[in-house]
């Protein structure tokens, strides 16, 4: 199929845990997501009439029907109630060529101002129980001041989890950083209980006292990012999550996520 769609070349598939199919998806724009997606149906489907001892087709036939299949697709999600009475139609998708191996956001990370740094923090929180905090402290230029994740034990939510990445990250950007901070989060609701002047009595309002006296040590400004713009620290929660393990790196960042780091600098916008 990568000779007809955009799919990670597989060295840039990273064993991440469990998780990995997830974190690949977060890396790739809109488009090769769904043809991920597809993808790994037509490899399920297949599997079941093996175990159903039926006749597999061959690869070829496959990759016809994926194309296919996933223009049609294509056409129907595009498609409005006024085009059809106007008897207009859109053409097949237009793919970007075989093997590009690119990481294109849809929309750019955004750098701080110069003489600000920027605090990117997430929080990931499964139904197990299980949940991580994930952190980046970068500048202007989007050097790495520091980058770390951490295994958080018994957490209650997923608003937890987005706390304590903000109270975790301010604790190390004043360690690390003399700079006013611009703090980057993809939770609006971590975003609001921070900026509610009053008193919060949750489960978990302590962690939120915590982190507003932490903003009140240095200039801050609270700012919300799509999910696609804050994929390092996504990543990085999600190996805290998984880990159960914390870590932090000084003017470094795990391997991991080199990529993404150099995709946020240097981004390539579909148009």
């Not at 903000?166 to 611009?182: N, R, T, Y």
Request: aromatic share 6%; hydrophobic share 40%; with cysteine.
């Amino acid at each position: 199929m990568s000779e007809v769609w955009a799919l990670p070349k597989p060295d840039r598939i990273v064993n991440t845990g469990s998780e990995w199919l997830f974190d690949l998806l977060a890396k790739v724009p809109e488009e090769t997501k769904n043809m991920i997606i597809m993808l790994c149906w037509r490899v399920w489907q297949l599997r079941n009439d093996v175990m159903h001892a039926k006749s597999i087709p061959p690869t070829e036939v496959t990759k016809r029907f994926l194309c296919s299949y996933f223009d049609s697709l294509f056409q129907i999600r595009q498609q409005s109630i006024t085009e059809i009475f106007k008897g207009k139609r859109p053409c097949v998708t237009v793919v970007s060529p075989a093997g590009d191996n690119s990481l294109p956001i849809s929309a750019p990370w955004p750098k701080p101002a110069p003489g600000w740094v920027a605090l990117s923090v997430d929080g990931s929180f499964h139904e197990d129980g299980s949940a991580g905090s994930g952190m980046v402290l970068r500048n202007h230029d989007g050097v790495v001041i520091f980058s770390a994740y951490r295994h958080l034990f018994h957490c209650n939510d997923a608003l937890e989890a987005e706390i304590s990445a903000l109270m975790e990250g301010l604790k190390l950007a004043h360690q690390w950083s003399d700079d006013p901070i611009v703090i980057q989060s993809d939770s609006a609701l971590a975003l609001a209980a921070v900026r509610d002047k009053t008193c919060n009595r949750s489960v978990h309002g302590h962690l939120h006292e915590e982190v507003k006296r932490l903003i009140n040590l240095r200039d801050v400004i609270l700012v919300k990012l799509k999910r696609d713009q804050n994929r390092v620290a996504h990543s990085l929660a999600n190996l805290g999550r998984i880990g159960g393990s914390t870590a932090c790196w000084v003017h470094h960042s795990p391997d991991c996520i080199t990529e993404l780091l150099l995709a946020d600098c240097n981004p390539m916008i579909e148009e």
